[in-house]
């Protein structure tokens, strides 16, 4: 780490002295000196801040489209200033203000930016309203976490409050009871004091906004109205046993709670109901549609997540899957087993592995017939649990088992071309057709005797299927040299080129002893 250099003692500022002729430095442009001012502190009125504003927006023209910095320099601030207040005193109120909004807009925007935040009102948090009751598993942590803290000292807080959650989903209905107890009772407690707090002060109750009722699907009348998701459904069923005087984001607020607090059985109901509502629905909207062409639907969105898909699927059946590996088999077993429990996170995997690495491999080839049995028996209970479904979520579900089946094994569904096959160099056909006879003759006279005895036409075969292999020849070749890596081809083209020369050089050699 290098050494802080020790504080150098103030110096006097060293300020070239500007001699009698010269004339001061020109001022720095308005952008800049209204972008810092020297004190952000406003001390005009609202009043006099609004009628500012109001003057500026007067001299702005109607079809505005400059940026901030090159509109304020062309602003007008001689017809600015107003009652008792200077033209600097208006630049300096301005600047104060707009440290205050957003920038990066057109000055009409930032204007009317700063009349909403002079006009609006701030409501504090009244220091006497009740804070919010706790939850069951608030309860549980407040109980569990000295608990948890001092059998793992050294587990990070983020491990630790994961380790807590697990812990609550582990607890049985009857050991979970005792913490609903005390959520219900702080909820009621609660919702007494919040009543006393509005009746003592009427003026902090939240106003209720007016929401358009959607329009019901009737003949005639508008399209059909959306389906509701698996919470809103919750909602809409337990707002109804609430009193009307309640307000509406303290139901909401409960019915979250009391909603992260189901299980996956009990969360499974209002997905399915939601689930059905929602194929009504497209079926509705289809109709509609094909009654009234010029309607146009907005953007179709699933109601149920991905989330709740995969808790719908597992509560009507469907199969976990298992591990993909032997590896992934072993490594479920150790982490699920107590002898872990010591270890640190950080360096369980390590052991994982180095426990994997001892392992014979007698006993590998164990957890592999293992994983292959296990991935047996899931196709079965798959394909089980998919004659149960309707043909289309049947479809849905075939095909991302076969995209997950692509991702897994690292392949893709469009079959990757293969690598090429080393092929033997072809032999060169005979260069001329009395080679090709001599090749390809299989009598007892003398083949040159033969050959020169032969008519025209009687060789015309012959030339045919020298003709033949010379095209069957040039393909194989082709696709010898795309075997080929770079340095083999050039190699090939090295060892062809020094044949040529020796060629040419006998050639030249026997034409010359010929003259």
């Not at 000196?33 to 109001?54: C, F, G, M, S, V």
């Not at 107003?82 to 630049?91: G, Q, T």
């Not at 950080?346 to 994997?356: C, G, I, P, R, T």
Request: charged share 35%; glycine share 2%; net charge positive.
């Amino acid at each position: 780490m290098p050494k802080r250099k020790p504080p150098q003692p103030e110096q006097p500022s060293k300020k070239p002295k500007l001699a009698p002729e010269e004339s001061p430095p020109a001022p720095a442009p308005l952008t800049k000196r209204l972008h810092h001012p020297q004190k952000d502190t406003i001390a005009w009125p609202n009043d006099d801040i609004l009628e500012l504003l109001t003057k500026i927006e007067a001299n702005l023209p109607q079809d505005d489209n400059l940026k901030y910095c090159r509109r304020l320099e062309k602003l007008d601030w001689e017809v600015i200033p107003f009652k008792s207040h200077s033209i600097e005193a208006c630049k300096n109120t301005w600047s104060a203000l707009y440290r205050q909004v957003r920038k990066y807009r057109l000055l009409r925007e930032v204007v009317t930016d700063m009349k909403e935040m002079i006009g609006a009102r701030k409501v504090s948090k009244h220091p006497e309203k009740p804070k919010q009751p706790w939850n069951s598993y608030m309860f549980f942590v407040e109980e569990k976490r000295p608990v948890v803290v001092n059998a793992n000292p050294n587990l990070h807080p983020h491990l630790i409050s994961k380790k807590l959650g697990q812990m609550f989903k582990d607890l049985s209905g009857v050991e979970k009871e005792r913490y609903e107890t005390l959520a219900k009772a702080a909820r009621q407690e609660y919702t007494e004091k919040l009543h006393r707090f509005y009746e003592e002060h009427p003026e902090m109750i939240p106003k209720k906004t007016k929401r358009s009722k959607p329009v019901q699907f009737e003949e005639g009348r508008g399209p059909p109205q959306k389906a509701k998701t698996p919470f809103e459904l919750y909602v809409t069923v337990e707002s109804e046993k609430e009193a009307s005087d309640v307000p509406n984001f303290i139901v909401m607020k409960k019915c979250r709670e009391q909603w992260n607090e189901l299980s996956d059985k009990e969360k499974f109901f209002w997905i399915n109901w939601a689930d059905e509502l929602y194929s009504k629905y497209l079926e509705d909207l289809k109709e509609y549609v094909k009654d009234h062409p010029e309607y146009t639907p907005e953007k179709i969105k699933p109601v149920i997540t991905k989330k709740e898909r995969k808790i719908k699927e597992r509560c009507s059946g469907k199969p976990d899957k298992p591990p993909h590996g032997s590896y992934h088999l072993f490594s479920k077993m150790i982490l699920e087993s107590d002898e872990v429990r010591n270890i640190n996170s950080k360096d369980l995997m390590n052991y994982v592995s180095e426990k994997w690495r001892a392992c014979s491999d007698e006993e590998k080839n164990e957890y592999k017939v293992r994983v292959e049995q296990l991935w047996e028996d899931y196709h079965q209970k798959l394909e089980e649990y998919l004659m149960t479904l309707p043909p289309e979520d049947r479809d849905r579900i075939r095909e991302e088992e076969s995209r997950k089946k692509y991702r897994n094994e690292g392949k893709s569904p469009v079959a990757k071309k293969p690598p090429p096959v080393k092929v033997s160099k072809p032999e060169l056909p005979p260069s001329t057709l009395f080679k090709y006879f001599l090749k390809v003759y299989t009598g007892d006279e003398d083949a040159t005797t033969v050959w020169k005895k032969l008519t025209r036409e009687e060789k015309q075969p012959y030339e045919q299927k020298l003709n033949e292999e010379r095209q069957t020849y040039i393909k194989d070749y082709e696709a010898y040299l795309k075997t080929l890596s770079r340095e083999e081809l050039e190699k090939l083209g090295q060892s062809l080129t020094n044949q040529y020369s020796s060629e040419s050089e006998s050639e030249s050699e026997t034409s010359t002893e010929t003259n």
